[in-house]
T-cell receptor, first 114, second 113 residues
């Protein structure tokens, strides 16, 4: 089955800096890669996703890049703000198939210091 | 994700007791899931269901049971066989296949008395 490794496990940045979280996956057939943000005690919420037919997607201060050859994808947050502090999870799946469950990474605790 | 509700928000279980966590969605999603999250940990899949009256075990199904009698509902029972049930339980749903975007409910925190 799919295996997703996420790094780093914790990340501390100063407000205004950029933050990068990287995930690697094992199943070369995976084609869907979402990122979730989870604030303390709350539900995970989808913040951005990318499919294997594109290499990069951007939404305001958040971007995701995908390297299918190397089987890794990354979340980039620019101009970080204290409200970006949360746990971020990446995931991968074979979207469009009956057996392609989402497999989640272990999460990254991002702390943005004012 | 506002269309997924879980109840109760907090649940207390006594030794040897079975407890049931509720999950309801009005998004007309076909697939539903249950995850367990331990403090500082990731999401582990307990059970999932792609259609009514059908469900599959996830990675940590032992000590849990589910039913899917209606499209909107996917209750999870934590049985007495689950020896370490204290965790945050999240329900999710998605359109169609399990590999699609999942939307989460607000969660139920289960504590053992």
């Amino acid at each position: 089955g799919e295996n997703v490794e996420q790094h780093p496990s914790t990340l501390s940045v100063q407000e205004g800096d950029s933050a990068v979280i990287k995930c690697t996956y094992s199943d070369s057939a995976s084609n869907y890669f979402p990122w979730y943000k989870q604030e303390l005690g709350k539900r995970p919420q989808l913040i951005i996703d990318i499919r294997s037919n594109v290499g990069e997607k951007k939404d305001q201060r958040i971007a995701v890049t995908l390297n299918k050859t190397a089987k890794h994808f990354s979340l980039h947050i620019t101009e970080t703000q204290p409200e970006d502090s949360a746990v971020y999870f990446c995931a991968a799946s074979r979207s469009g198939t009956s057996y392609g469950k989402l497999t989640f990474g272990q999460g990254t605790i991002l702390t943005v210091h004012p | 994700d506002g269309g997924i509700t879980q109840s109760p928000k907090y649940l207390f279980r006594k030794e040897g007791q079975n407890v049931t966590l509720s999950c309801e969605q009005n998004l007309n999603h076909d697939a539903m899931y249950w995850y367990r999250q331990d403090p500082g940990q990731g999401l582990r899949l307990i059970y999932y269901s792609q259609i009514v009256n059908d469900f599959q075990k996830g990675d940590i199904a032992e000590g849990y049971s589910v039913s899917r009698e209606k499209k909107e509902s996917f209750p999870l029972t934590v049985t007495s066989a689950q020896k370490n049930p204290t965790a945050f339980y999240l329900c999710a749903s998605s359109i169609g296949h399990p590999g699609e975007t999942q939307y989460f409910g607000p969660g139920t925190r289960l504590l053992v008395l």
